[in-house]
C-alpha cells in the first residue's frame, strides 16, 4: 500500500519553511534542491525521468488524471506527497497566483564533463547571463531548435531559480545544463570537434548564411557588457544581424535565438 | 539665466510620493506621465526629440558632458531639474542599484490613426500581451529590425510602465506605439496596404522564405493562450517555426525577434 499524503496547515511548519527557503539561491545549493510548479511542467519533467522528491498540492485543486498520474510516480519512488492550502502554496512559490501543484527535485550534475558534445549539432552558451528569465528563456529556445543543452560561462544567474525554470517552460528538464569558469570551457571545447560562434559586433561576417558547422556553440555574452574581447577573439567564427535603429545590440536570450534558429536553417539546408 | 535646481530632501516629499506613484499604472494614466531612467535612455529620447517634462539627478553621481546637455535640454524647454539623495531615486524608481538620472515624460498618442503604415516595411502586432518585459523586449527588436512600431491589441501590458521602458532599452522613445481593440485593428489594417503574418501551429508554412510583404504586419498572441482562432485564421499568411523539441511554443518576444528577422532579410532579398 502506498503512503498517505502529509497534511500541513501551518505558515509556521518548519518543512513549509524549508520549501520557501529554496527560493533562494544559497538555500538550493546548501539543499541541493530546487522547486518548479505547475502540472503541466511536473508532467514533463516526469515524462523525462525528472521524478519530484516532494510532491506538494494545493487542497482545493480540480482533479486530473495527469495529477494523480504524478503522486503516483512520487510515491512509487519513495517521495513524499503533501497536500497543503493555496495560501500556503502561495507563499512557497512566491506567485500570487500559485500552480495547484509544485515539486521539489535534486539538482543536476551540471559538469561540462557529463556533456556528450556530440549528442546535438546545437548547443547554446551564455557568459555572465544575470537575468534568470532570459537563462530560461535560453533554455526554452534550445528545446526548440534541437539543441542539446545551455553551458553557463562564469557568473551567471541561477538556471534552478523559480523565475529561470519558470520561464524555461520546461526546458529545464530536457535540456542538459553546465557551469563552467572561461578557463575551464576553452580547453574542453578544444579537446573536441566544435564550432565557437559569437553573436558579435566588430569584425563580424553577417549571420545569414554564415559558415556553421556542427557541433556548433553559439555563445552570447553579458546583458550590459557583453563579451569580453578575449572571448569573441577566441571564436572560430564572429557573426552578426542587422540593427537598422539606434540600439547596438539585442536582448540576449532574442540573440541567441536568432541566431540559433539561422544555425539550425543552414545546417538543415 | 536658467532655473536653478530644485532639491529634495526627504521621503515624505509630496514630489517625490507623485514620481513614485507613476510605478502603478493608475497613476500613470491619471497623470498621462511616466518615468524612464539612466543617462543613455534618457540620451536616446533627446535625441529623438523627447524631452523629460522632469528630470531628477542623484546628488553624488559623476559628472558627465550628456548628463549637463540633458539638463540644458530640460530647462531650455521649460522643464523641471530636481536633485535628490540616491536613496530617494531609488524609491522612486523602485531599483535598488538606481541609475544616476530619472526623466518624467508625457505619455505619447496611442491612437491607430495616428501611425504611418507606409513609414516602415516592418510592424509588430501583440495581442494581449501580458508581461511587460516581454512587451519592452518586442520594442526594442523592433528598432533593431527597422520596425515602424509596436501595435497593441486587447488587453496589452502597459507599454510606459517602468519595467516595459527598461526592457525598452529606449526603443520606446524611437518605435510608435499604438492601442487598439481588435474590432478597431482589423478595418483600419483593411483599409490599406498591409499583409497580416500569424506565428502559428496549425495550417502554417513554414516560416523560413515565407512570401511576406511589405508593410508587413508581425502578429504574436498571449503568452500562455496564444491567439485567439478568429484571429488566426483573418490573417494572410500563417508560418510556423521549428519546434524540435517538447515544447510547442516560443517565448513571446523570442517569437516576434526570429519571425521579424526572417521577414527583414526576405524583404531585403
Given at each position: ?166 520561464a524555461s517552460m520546461g526546458a529545464v528538464f530536457t535540456q542538459r545544463i553546465a557551469q563552467a569558469r572561461w578557463d575551464e570551457f576553452e580547453p ?82
Amino acid at each position: 500500500m502506498t503512503r498517505e499524503r502529509r497534511v500541513i496547515t501551518g505558515f509556521s511548519n518548519p518543512t513549509v519553511k524549508a520549501l520557501r527557503a529554496l527560493r533562494e539561491k544559497k538555500h538550493r545549493k546548501a539543499a541541493g534542491k530546487f522547486l518548479a510548479e505547475g502540472l503541466r511542467l511536473l508532467t514533463d519533467a516526469r515524462e523525462c525521468g525528472h521524478v519530484p522528491e516532494t510532491l506538494v498540492l494545493a487542497d482545493r485543486r480540480d482533479p486530473h488524471p495527469l495529477l494523480s498520474a504524478l503522486e503516483e510516480a512520487v510515491k512509487a519512488s519513495g517521495g513524499e506527497v503533501i497536500e497543503t492550502s493555496a495560501d500556503i502554496l502561495s507563499k512557497i512559490t512566491g506567485k500570487d497566483n500559485p500552480q495547484a501543484v509544485a515539486g521539489v527535485f535534486g539538482e543536476f550534475d551540471t559538469s561540462l564533463a557529463a556533456l556528450d558534445r556530440g549528442g546535438a549539432d546545437i548547443w547554446l552558451v551564455a557568459q555572465a547571463l544575470r537575468d534568470p528569465g532570459n537563462l530560461g528563456t535560453m533554455l526554452r529556445t534550445g528545446d526548440a531548435i534541437g539543441a542539446g543543452g545551455l553551458i553557463l560561462i562564469d557568473d551567471c544567474a541561477d538556471p534552478f531559480s523559480v523565475e529561470a525554470v519558470r520561464a524555461s517552460m520546461g526546458a529545464v528538464f530536457t535540456q542538459r545544463i553546465a557551469q563552467a569558469r572561461w578557463d575551464e570551457f576553452e580547453p574542453w571545447l578544444r579537446g573536441g570537434p566544435g564550432q565557437l560562434v559569437a553573436a558579435s559586433l566588430r569584425d563580424a561576417q553577417p549571420y545569414r548564411g554564415a559558415p556553421y558547422a556542427a557541433p556548433c556553440f553559439v555563445l552570447v555574452g553579458n546583458e550590459s557588457r557583453g563579451l569580453p574581447d578575449a572571448y569573441e577573439m577566441a571564436c572560430d567564427l564572429r557573426v552578426t544581424m542587422p540593427m537598422k535603429g539606434r540600439a547596438d545590440s539585442l536582448n540576449a536570450a532574442v540573440a541567441a535565438a536568432v541566431l540559433g534558429y539561422e544555425v539550425l536553417a543552414e545546417l538543415d539546408s
